[in-house]
Nanobody, 125 residues
Framework: QVQVVESGGGSVQAGGSLKLSCVAS????????MGWHRQTPGEERELVSS??????????DFVKGRFTISREKANRDTNTMYLQMTNLTTDDTAVYYCAADCTPPGSPGLGPIYWGQGTQVTVSS
């Protein structure tokens, strides 16, 4: 059974910090790329940061130096991913989504991709 559950969102003042967590379970999830995305009303969902099954991390320019992604593998099927967010600004206000991209290497198509329900982050000035 696939599960992707985010937690840790909330309200914080500008300059503050939050840590998001995502517990994900799926067959062979440890091989999947995982990432954090965010979305504001009326805007496209955008990638914030990702971490591969091998631990390679990538960050979008707008969070470099402020956010840190990490991942713990409890077993081959269950992982927990974190996003430590520091020096938050009002522009970081969004719903943050966890995703696991389990597209097999070399596959011509995408998927499966599993999404969580999202967690709201609100940064006030």
């Amino acid at each position: 059974q696939v599960q992707v559950v985010e937690s840790g969102g909330g309200s914080v003042q500008a300059g503050g910090s939050l840590k998001l967590s995502c517990v994900a379970s799926a067959y062979m999830l440890s091989r999947c790329n995982m990432g954090w995305h965010r979305q504001t009303p009326g805007e496209e969902r955008e990638l914030v940061s990702s971490i591969s099954g091998d631990g390679i991390k990538k960050y979008s320019d707008f969070v470099k130096g402020r956010f840190t992604i990490s991942r713990e593998k409890a077993n081959r099927d269950t992982n927990t991913m974190y996003l430590q967010m520091t020096n938050l600004t009002t522009d970081d206000t969004a719903v943050y989504y966890c995703a696991a991209d389990c597209t097999p290497p070399g596959s011509p198509g995408l998927g499966p991709i599993y999404w969580g329900q999202g967690t709201q982050v609100t940064v006030s000035s």
